[in-house]
């Protein structure tokens, strides 16, 4: 799948973290950051093109669990 013409890949990142531990929002996009390279190249888009909306975390559940939700904004 090629998404064609400019736009961008807005990114939302629903969080359920496994525990109560304190979390740091700009490390959790660092850790991702071969994860959205790998969505990227399977869209053939440059990462350039994503838009990270605001992080929404829910309350800790176990295991834990992370949703990447992407939509395609065109220009």
Known sequence: MRLAGDGRMNITLVC????MRYRDEDNLLATLKAHFDGIAQALGVDDHTFH???QEWHPPEKPGRLVIVLDWEQA
């Open 16 to 19: 359920t973290p496994p525990t």
């Open 52 to 54: 990270f909306r605001e």
